[in-house]
């Protein structure tokens, strides 16, 4: 079985920062892509920032020049480094990673249980 714990969200003023990091334990052989998803209230789960396994980047085009997301594969842990933010930013964040746990070419998407995210203005 394979957990992912996020931890890291708070209340912060707009223009500030917080950083979200995202920890896989388990029964884990590889990690292929993480990601940030959030969801605010009465709107759908949206992704925000994806993480290959070599590095490549992508992300929504509203946290674009904010956000940052990193991994540490030898940690098997995530981050998002979030600048800037803004009221409308809030929500809840979750991480959500495709996880071998058998190296046989098979990769299960899992979720963590989500960091709640306040930026007030």
């Known amino acids: 079985q394979v957990q992912l714990v996020e931890s890291g969200g708070g209340l912060v003023q707009a223009g500030g920062s917080l950083r979200l990091s995202c920890a896989a334990s388990?029964?884990?052989?590889?990690?292929?892509?993480m990601r940030w998803y959030r969801q605010a209230p009465g709107k759908r789960r949206e992704l925000v920032a994806t993480?290959?396994?070599?590095?490549?980047?992508n992300y929504a085009d509203s946290v674009k020049g904010r956000f940052t997301i990193s991994r540490d594969n030898a940690k098997n842990t995530v981050a998002l480094q979030m600048n800037s933010l803004k009221p409308e930013d809030t929500a809840v964040f979750y991480c959500?990673?495709?996880?071998?746990?058998?190296?046989?070419?098979?990769?299960?998407?899992?979720w963590g249980q989500g960091t709640q995210v306040t930026v007030s203005s």
């Open positions: 959500n990673a495709d996880v071998s746990y058998s190296g046989n070419g098979r990769f299960y998407k899992y």
């Open positions: 388990g029964t884990i052989f590889s990690i292929n892509a």
């Open positions: 993480i290959t396994s070599d590095d490549s980047t």
